[in-house]
């Protein structure tokens, strides 16, 4: 039970520093937009009201929600690498990044692409409420905006690195310690998937983290699960300048449900892990 305990508890702590690490870069955020009111201010010695900063705020944070996110992945990374340093702890073995079957690399790339072509052709087919949508085009905005480099970095790069790290190879490998693998695979993905704030993100972010965490586990390797996140997010960088109608939409969901089925009996099928 102590070692049930000790394990839930690592988890839980791998957990609270990924979100604090991110609240206090959003307040820091917070803190910058505080300082250009109170120059504005000081120069027209107009100040706004209570409701006009709180707009402000939330259209500043919104607009530039890519820049915490990056930052506070690079100093979760740096955080974790600095703790299992001073710990003399290999820092590979510690978040399961191992190698694995190089075979496989082109049909992850191919899975990821295609779960995040279906994800979207789904979500333009399914009768979802207008509300619902709306928020949901609203925050995804923010992940459009800012430059090419920024959301490369960030979206590409940074975020699949450090979630796949925190989630897969820091909480899951502490969660299936203290409980059967696959409840543990549901309970990660979950917190992956409330991590995401928006309710559409948090529905298919629990999906994908258990596409992740199956990869990840049959592969013995987060590599896997990065090369699959880095190329499901590339296609949300770039795949939104492509227009499609009702009949396309469906086309293409049926082709990427084929090409993910397809990459994942690969996948799945005969996988070598191999030691560090």
């Known amino acids: 039970m102590k070692k049930v305990l000790i394990q839930l508890g ?16 959003c307040i820091a955020m917070m803190f910058v ?46 955080a974790l690498w600095l703790f299992f340093i001073i710990r003399k702890k290999n820092v590979f073995q510690e978040v399961s990044l191992c190698k694995f079957d190089k075979n496989k690399v082109i049909p992850l790339i191919f899975l990821g692409v295609a779960t995040s072509f279906f994800i979207s052709c789904a979500l333009s087919l399914l009768p979802l409420p207008e509300s619902m949508l709306g928020s949901y085009v609203e925050s995804s905005q923010g992940l459009t905006s800012g430059s090419l480099f920024i959301r490369v970095l960030a979206t590409i790069i940074v975020a699949p690195v ?20 696959w409840v543990a695979i549901v309970i990660s993905s979950l917190a992956f998937g409330l991590m995401h704030g928006q309710l559409l993100w948090i529905a298919y972010a629990f999906v994908t983290g258990m596409l992740f965490a199956v990869v990840a586990e049959r592969l013995k390797s987060i590599g896997a699960s990065i090369i699959i996140h880095m190329s499901f997010n590339l296609v949300g960088i770039f795949g939104d300048n492509i227009d499609l109608v009702s009949w396309q939409h469906i086309v293409v969901a049926i082709v990427s449900l084929g090409v993910m089925v397809g990459s994942m009996y690969y996948i799945m099928k005969k996988a070598r892990p191999t030691a560090v």
Request: charged letters at 15%.
């Open 162 to 181: 450090v979630e796949e790290v925190v989630f897969r190879g820091l909480i899951l490998s502490r969660l299936k310690k203290a409980m059967n693998i």
């Open 33 to 78: 937009y505080g300082m250009k009111i109170g120059m504005e201010t000081a120069i027209t010695g107009t100040m706004p009201s209570t409701v006009e900063m709180v707009e402000g705020m939330t259209d500043f944070l919104m607009n530039n929600m890519l820049w915490p996110a990056w930052i506070s992945g690079v100093l979760t990374l740096f």
């Open 10 to 25: 690592k988890a839980i702590c791998y957990f609270m520093l990924f979100f604090g690490v991110q609240l206090l870069v």
